[in-house]
Protein backbone atom coordinates (compact mmCIF):
# COMPACT_ATOMS: atom_id res chain seq x y z
CA UNK A 1 0.00 0.00 0.00
CA UNK A 2 1.58 2.98 -0.99
CA UNK A 3 4.45 1.81 -2.05
CA UNK A 4 4.88 2.23 -5.68
CA UNK A 5 6.19 4.63 -6.78
CA UNK A 6 9.88 6.38 -6.64
CA UNK A 7 11.03 9.94 -7.49
CA UNK A 8 13.46 11.27 -10.06
CA UNK A 9 15.74 12.23 -7.31
CA UNK A 10 15.84 8.38 -6.24
CA UNK A 11 16.09 6.87 -9.70
CA UNK A 12 18.84 8.56 -10.69
CA UNK A 13 20.61 8.02 -7.62
CA UNK A 14 19.79 4.18 -8.35
CA UNK A 15 20.77 4.06 -12.25
CA UNK A 16 24.02 2.28 -11.35
CA UNK A 17 22.91 -0.17 -9.65
CA UNK A 18 23.19 -3.16 -11.64
CA UNK A 19 19.91 -4.76 -10.35
CA UNK A 20 17.53 -1.81 -11.51
CA UNK A 21 15.61 -1.99 -15.18
CA UNK A 22 14.72 1.28 -16.78
CA UNK A 23 11.33 0.83 -18.89
CA UNK A 24 9.91 3.62 -21.08
CA UNK A 25 6.36 2.44 -21.23
CA UNK A 26 5.20 5.23 -23.68
CA UNK A 27 2.15 4.48 -25.49
CA UNK A 28 -0.17 6.68 -26.96
CA UNK A 29 -3.90 6.59 -28.45
CA UNK A 30 -4.45 5.95 -31.91
CA UNK A 31 -5.46 8.58 -33.37
CA UNK A 32 -3.02 11.19 -31.68
CA UNK A 33 -0.14 10.62 -34.41
CA UNK A 34 2.53 10.06 -31.65
CA UNK A 35 4.37 6.94 -31.68
CA UNK A 36 6.11 6.04 -28.59
CA UNK A 37 8.97 4.43 -29.50
CA UNK A 38 9.35 7.53 -31.82
CA UNK A 39 9.87 9.75 -29.04
CA UNK A 40 11.93 7.31 -27.00
CA UNK A 41 14.29 7.27 -29.55
CA UNK A 42 14.25 11.20 -29.45
CA UNK A 43 14.84 11.42 -25.41
CA UNK A 44 14.83 8.78 -22.42
CA UNK A 45 16.31 8.12 -19.35
CA UNK A 46 19.59 7.21 -19.79
CA UNK A 47 19.96 3.33 -20.12
CA UNK A 48 16.06 3.11 -20.62
CA UNK A 49 14.78 0.47 -22.45
CA UNK A 50 11.60 0.30 -24.65
CA UNK A 51 8.32 -1.78 -23.55
CA UNK A 52 6.20 -1.91 -26.21
CA UNK A 53 2.70 -2.23 -25.01
CA UNK A 54 1.53 -3.14 -28.21
CA UNK A 55 4.17 -5.75 -28.47
CA UNK A 56 4.16 -7.54 -25.20
CA UNK A 57 0.63 -8.86 -26.42
CA UNK A 58 -1.31 -12.13 -27.83
CA UNK A 59 -0.64 -11.92 -31.23
CA UNK A 60 -3.97 -14.81 -31.75
CA UNK A 61 -6.42 -12.36 -30.01
CA UNK A 62 -8.42 -9.56 -32.67
CA UNK A 63 -8.04 -7.27 -29.33
CA UNK A 64 -5.60 -4.73 -28.88
CA UNK A 65 -2.29 -5.76 -26.50
CA UNK A 66 -4.50 -8.42 -25.05
CA UNK A 67 -1.93 -10.40 -21.99
CA UNK A 68 0.14 -12.57 -24.26
CA UNK A 69 0.83 -16.24 -22.66
CA UNK A 70 3.34 -16.37 -19.30
CA UNK A 71 5.81 -18.14 -21.38
CA UNK A 72 5.58 -15.58 -24.02
CA UNK A 73 5.99 -12.46 -21.86
CA UNK A 74 8.98 -14.15 -20.30
CA UNK A 75 10.39 -15.14 -23.27
CA UNK A 76 10.24 -11.14 -24.46
CA UNK A 77 11.11 -9.40 -20.86
CA UNK A 78 14.37 -11.49 -21.03
CA UNK A 79 14.87 -9.92 -24.24
CA UNK A 80 15.25 -6.46 -22.73
CA UNK A 81 17.26 -7.76 -19.86
CA UNK A 82 15.23 -8.63 -17.52
CA UNK A 83 15.08 -11.23 -14.95
CA UNK A 84 13.43 -12.47 -12.25
CA UNK A 85 15.12 -10.79 -9.47
CA UNK A 86 15.31 -7.14 -11.54
CA UNK A 87 13.55 -4.46 -9.80
CA UNK A 88 12.07 -2.74 -12.61
CA UNK A 89 11.06 1.19 -13.42
CA UNK A 90 9.02 1.72 -15.35
CA UNK A 91 7.77 5.72 -16.76
CA UNK A 92 6.05 7.14 -19.94
CA UNK A 93 6.34 10.29 -21.63
CA UNK A 94 3.10 11.99 -20.62
CA UNK A 95 3.58 11.71 -17.26
CA UNK A 96 1.24 8.81 -15.87
CA UNK A 97 -0.65 7.51 -18.63
CA UNK A 98 0.45 3.91 -19.97
CA UNK A 99 3.29 3.44 -17.40
CA UNK A 100 0.79 1.94 -14.87
CA UNK A 101 -0.87 -0.61 -17.70
CA UNK A 102 3.53 -1.96 -17.66
CA UNK A 103 3.18 -1.98 -14.04
CA UNK A 104 0.00 -4.36 -14.04
CA UNK A 105 1.18 -6.86 -16.89
CA UNK A 106 4.07 -7.04 -14.57
CA UNK A 107 1.98 -7.94 -11.36
CA UNK A 108 -0.05 -9.76 -12.97
CA UNK A 109 2.87 -12.00 -13.73
CA UNK A 110 3.83 -12.32 -10.37
CA UNK A 111 6.27 -9.86 -10.62
CA UNK A 112 6.39 -7.55 -7.20
CA UNK A 113 9.47 -5.24 -7.82
CA UNK A 114 8.18 -3.09 -10.21
CA UNK A 115 7.92 0.47 -9.18
CA UNK A 116 6.60 3.72 -11.50
CA UNK A 117 8.41 6.89 -11.89
CA UNK A 118 5.99 9.19 -10.27
CA UNK A 119 5.59 12.33 -12.82
CA UNK A 120 6.72 10.23 -15.85
CA UNK A 121 9.52 11.53 -17.70
CA UNK A 122 8.04 15.22 -17.66
CA UNK A 123 9.07 15.31 -13.57
CA UNK A 124 12.21 13.67 -14.63
CA UNK A 125 13.09 16.82 -17.21
CA UNK A 126 11.87 18.94 -14.96
CA UNK A 127 14.65 18.23 -12.28
CA UNK A 128 16.82 18.98 -15.08
CA UNK A 129 18.29 15.27 -15.07
CA UNK A 130 19.83 14.27 -17.80
CA UNK A 131 18.58 12.65 -21.11
CA UNK A 132 19.70 10.26 -23.69
CA UNK A 133 19.04 10.22 -27.52
CA UNK A 134 19.70 8.16 -30.65
CA UNK A 135 19.31 4.68 -31.01
CA UNK A 136 20.01 2.48 -28.29
CA UNK A 137 22.93 0.11 -27.67
CA UNK A 138 22.77 -3.48 -27.27
CA UNK A 139 20.62 -4.96 -24.28
CA UNK A 140 21.88 -8.07 -22.63
CA UNK A 141 19.66 -10.45 -22.51
CA UNK A 142 17.79 -11.37 -18.91
CA UNK A 143 16.71 -14.53 -17.62
CA UNK A 144 12.71 -13.58 -17.90
CA UNK A 145 10.04 -14.30 -15.35
CA UNK A 146 8.77 -17.11 -13.44
CA UNK A 147 5.39 -16.24 -12.38
CA UNK A 148 2.26 -17.56 -14.40
CA UNK A 149 -1.06 -15.41 -14.15
CA UNK A 150 -1.77 -13.78 -10.86
CA UNK A 151 -5.33 -14.61 -9.42
CA UNK A 152 -7.05 -11.10 -8.47
CA UNK A 153 -5.30 -9.40 -10.90
CA UNK A 154 -6.92 -10.08 -14.02
CA UNK A 155 -10.86 -10.12 -15.03
CA UNK A 156 -12.18 -11.56 -18.23
CA UNK A 157 -15.38 -11.15 -19.64
CA UNK A 158 -17.28 -13.77 -17.90
CA UNK A 159 -16.71 -12.04 -14.43
CA UNK A 160 -17.21 -8.86 -15.26
CA UNK A 161 -20.80 -9.88 -16.49
CA UNK A 162 -21.14 -11.47 -13.34
CA UNK A 163 -20.07 -8.94 -11.28
CA UNK A 164 -22.36 -6.34 -13.06
CA UNK A 165 -25.40 -8.25 -11.59
CA UNK A 166 -24.18 -8.59 -8.17
CA UNK A 167 -24.51 -5.67 -5.55
CA UNK A 168 -21.43 -6.67 -3.47
CA UNK A 169 -19.18 -5.75 -6.52
CA UNK A 170 -18.24 -2.77 -9.21
CA UNK A 171 -16.91 -2.14 -12.23
CA UNK A 172 -15.42 1.32 -12.50
CA UNK A 173 -14.99 2.57 -16.28
CA UNK A 174 -11.87 4.68 -16.63
CA UNK A 175 -12.98 6.66 -19.90
CA UNK A 176 -14.04 10.02 -20.40
CA UNK A 177 -17.94 11.11 -19.42
CA UNK A 178 -18.94 11.91 -23.15
CA UNK A 179 -17.71 7.97 -23.74
CA UNK A 180 -19.45 6.41 -20.95
CA UNK A 181 -22.76 7.99 -21.96
CA UNK A 182 -22.59 7.77 -25.46
CA UNK A 183 -22.62 11.04 -26.64
CA UNK A 184 -19.12 10.92 -28.35
CA UNK A 185 -17.72 9.09 -30.68
CA UNK A 186 -15.09 6.19 -29.52
CA UNK A 187 -11.82 6.68 -30.95
CA UNK A 188 -11.87 3.37 -32.96
CA UNK A 189 -13.82 3.51 -35.45
CA UNK A 190 -17.09 1.03 -35.68
CA UNK A 191 -16.59 0.99 -31.93
CA UNK A 192 -19.89 2.04 -30.34
CA UNK A 193 -20.05 3.85 -27.63
CA UNK A 194 -21.58 3.83 -24.04
CA UNK A 195 -21.35 1.42 -21.13
CA UNK A 196 -22.34 -1.66 -19.15
CA UNK A 197 -25.14 -1.95 -17.57
CA UNK A 198 -24.74 -1.20 -14.08
CA UNK A 199 -21.28 -0.24 -14.33
CA UNK A 200 -19.66 3.79 -12.66
CA UNK A 201 -17.50 6.18 -14.35
CA UNK A 202 -14.66 7.67 -12.61
CA UNK A 203 -12.21 9.06 -15.99
CA UNK A 204 -8.60 8.54 -15.13
CA UNK A 205 -7.63 12.26 -15.51
CA UNK A 206 -10.05 13.28 -12.13
CA UNK A 207 -7.22 11.19 -10.26
CA UNK A 208 -4.32 12.96 -11.61
CA UNK A 209 -3.15 16.45 -10.59
CA UNK A 210 -2.76 18.35 -13.73
CA UNK A 211 0.83 20.48 -12.94
CA UNK A 212 2.56 17.24 -11.38
CA UNK A 213 1.62 14.40 -13.15
CA UNK A 214 1.03 12.60 -10.10
CA UNK A 215 -1.42 10.63 -8.48
CA UNK A 216 -3.75 13.11 -6.03
CA UNK A 217 -2.73 12.15 -2.48
CA UNK A 218 -4.22 9.39 -1.01
CA UNK A 219 -7.05 11.21 1.04
CA UNK A 220 -8.60 12.82 -2.30
CA UNK A 221 -8.48 9.64 -4.10
CA UNK A 222 -10.05 7.70 -0.95
CA UNK A 223 -12.71 10.33 -1.47
CA UNK A 224 -13.20 9.50 -5.12
CA UNK A 225 -13.88 6.32 -4.87
CA UNK A 226 -16.35 6.12 -1.73
CA UNK A 227 -18.27 8.50 -3.65
CA UNK A 228 -18.80 5.27 -6.12
CA UNK A 229 -19.77 3.03 -3.47
CA UNK A 230 -16.39 1.73 -3.55
CA UNK A 231 -14.94 -0.17 -0.52
CA UNK A 232 -12.87 -3.53 0.43
CA UNK A 233 -16.34 -5.24 1.19
CA UNK A 234 -16.45 -5.23 -2.68
CA UNK A 235 -15.24 -7.26 -5.27
CA UNK A 236 -13.89 -4.40 -7.63
CA UNK A 237 -12.98 -4.48 -11.17
CA UNK A 238 -11.69 -1.68 -13.30
CA UNK A 239 -12.12 -1.42 -17.81
CA UNK A 240 -11.95 1.48 -20.02
CA UNK A 241 -11.90 1.27 -23.62
CA UNK A 242 -8.88 -1.10 -24.52
CA UNK A 243 -7.19 -2.01 -20.76
CA UNK A 244 -4.41 1.24 -20.21
CA UNK A 245 -6.00 3.40 -18.63
CA UNK A 246 -8.07 0.97 -16.07
CA UNK A 247 -4.53 0.56 -14.95
CA UNK A 248 -4.26 3.71 -14.03
CA UNK A 249 -7.91 3.38 -12.00
CA UNK A 250 -6.15 -0.31 -10.13
CA UNK A 251 -2.78 1.46 -9.47
CA UNK A 252 -4.56 4.31 -7.34
CA UNK A 253 -6.59 1.49 -5.78
CA UNK A 254 -3.21 -0.13 -5.17
CA UNK A 255 -2.32 3.21 -3.33
CA UNK A 256 -5.09 3.27 -0.93
CA UNK A 257 -4.85 -0.24 0.08
CA UNK A 258 -7.73 -1.82 -2.15
CA UNK A 259 -7.47 -4.50 -4.44
CA UNK A 260 -8.91 -4.53 -8.23
CA UNK A 261 -8.46 -6.57 -10.96
CA UNK A 262 -8.50 -4.98 -14.54
CA UNK A 263 -10.68 -6.41 -17.26
CA UNK A 264 -7.98 -6.84 -20.17
CA UNK A 265 -10.50 -6.32 -23.23
CA UNK A 266 -12.26 -3.57 -21.60
CA UNK A 267 -14.56 -1.68 -23.85
CA UNK A 268 -13.47 -3.05 -27.44
CA UNK A 269 -13.98 -6.63 -26.45
CA UNK A 270 -17.57 -5.63 -24.48
CA UNK A 271 -18.91 -3.86 -27.42
CA UNK A 272 -17.91 -6.01 -30.11
CA UNK A 273 -18.81 -9.55 -27.98
CA UNK A 274 -22.34 -8.06 -26.55
CA UNK A 275 -25.48 -7.42 -27.91
CA UNK A 276 -27.50 -4.09 -28.04
CA UNK A 277 -28.98 -5.01 -24.81
CA UNK A 278 -25.74 -5.13 -22.81
CA UNK A 279 -25.03 -1.20 -24.10
CA UNK A 280 -26.47 1.61 -21.72
CA UNK A 281 -26.14 4.79 -22.86
CA UNK A 282 -26.80 8.05 -20.44
CA UNK A 283 -24.97 9.32 -17.16
CA UNK A 284 -26.62 6.67 -15.09
CA UNK A 285 -25.07 3.58 -14.24
Sequence with gaps: MGNNFVSPAWLASATDDGGICV??????????????QHEYAQRRIPGAVFFDI????????????????????SEATAALGISSDSHLVVYDSVGLFSAPRAWWMFKSFGHDGVSVLAGGLPAWERASLSLETGMPGLVSPGRGLDGAW????IAEIESVTDALARADAVVIDARSPG??????????????SGHMPGAVNLPF??????TSGKLLPADQLHAAFEALGVCAD???????????????LALALDE???????Y????????????????ATGDEP
Design 54 to 73: DAFADPASDLPHMLPSAQAF
Design 205 to 210: QCLIDE
Design 264 to 279: DGSWCEWATRMDASMI
Design 256 to 262: IGLSASV
Design 179 to 192: RFSGSDPEPRPGLS
Design 150 to 153: RHGW
Design 234 to 248: KEIITTCGSGVSACI
Design 23 to 36: LDASWHMPASGRQG
